[in-house]
């Protein structure tokens, strides 16, 4: 097990523009060195740098907008690191979106980005970012994936299947890397009030709106578990007692009876 130090490290957030990637930045303020902002929304970003330097004037704060959905943005974005020396220790790969209703009627343009960013994006700036973490034997990562991950879930078919992956995905290089000084932990929360259900809410009457879950916790919650998980280098992290004890009940439930439980709300469809 190789613990990763936080402080003076410098760490790339994807999605830092909203909610739990901008919380990550928040607490990452006063412990990092350098912080590598990534999203699409240029005026929050540069909102939030200014509100992190004041408070913290010894850190650096890199900005790139870019559009984690195209490939060649995400390429792009290693390459401008490398221009600039920019090394990073920690990757948070919390970048993400939802899609809430029946798969059948869902936009071909939105299951794409889904993937595109939920999936590819976060497989490519792993690779990419690598080898120089384990040439350095320093680095950590760190996917956000989701609780959602753990099950299919009707109604938010897409969104569960990225994150199964991202879970998996994680748990296999994690293994993979074992004694390399690079670690990978991945935090699956339940729902947290951010812009995210607005974003997975399809713009149609009667659209569904309610995410899926048992127990809202907080970003600041759930940055504070994921964090406090990197630095012990531990797998899995799920935030909140009652999403950590509804898991642990998944986990133990055999799929018949999961299949009742995927079967969807009236609420949700
Ligand atoms: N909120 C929840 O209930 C919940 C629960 C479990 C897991 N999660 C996961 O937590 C992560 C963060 O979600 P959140 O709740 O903080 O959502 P959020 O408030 O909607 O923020 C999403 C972030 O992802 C960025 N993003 C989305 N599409 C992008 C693209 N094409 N290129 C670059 N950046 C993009 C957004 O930036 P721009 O729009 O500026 O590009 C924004 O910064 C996601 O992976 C999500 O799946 C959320």
Known sequence: MSKFHLEGSSVLIT????????????????????LVLVARRRERQEELRDELTKANPNLNVHIRETDLSDDRAVIELFDSLERENLSIDLLINNAGLGDLGPFATSELQRVKEMLAVN????????????????????????????????????????YAATKAYVTSFSEAIRAELRGTG????????GPVHTEFAETAHRQVAGAPRTVPGI???????????????????????????????????????????????????????
């Open 15 to 34: 999605g830092a523009s909203a909610g739990i990637g901008r919380e990550f930045a928040r607490q990452l303020a006063g412990r990092a060195s350098s």
């Open 119 to 158: 999936v590819t994006a976060l497989t490519l700036l792993t690779r990419l970012l690598l080898p120089g973490m384990i040439a350095r034997k320093r680095g950590a990562i760190l996917n956000v994936s989701s609780s959602a991950g753990f099950l299919p879930l009707a109604g938010f078919a897409v």
């Open 182 to 189: 690079v670690t990978v932990t991945t935090l699956c929360p």
């Open 215 to 269: 127990s809202h916790v907080s970003a600041q919650e759930v940055v504070r578990v994921g964090l406090a998980a990197v630095a012990a280098d531990r797998a899995l992290a799920i935030p909140g007692f009652v999403m950590k004890l509804g898991m642990a009940l998944v986990r133990i439930t055999p799929t018949s009876i999961l299949r009742l439980a995927a079967r969807p709300s009236s609420k949700q469809l």
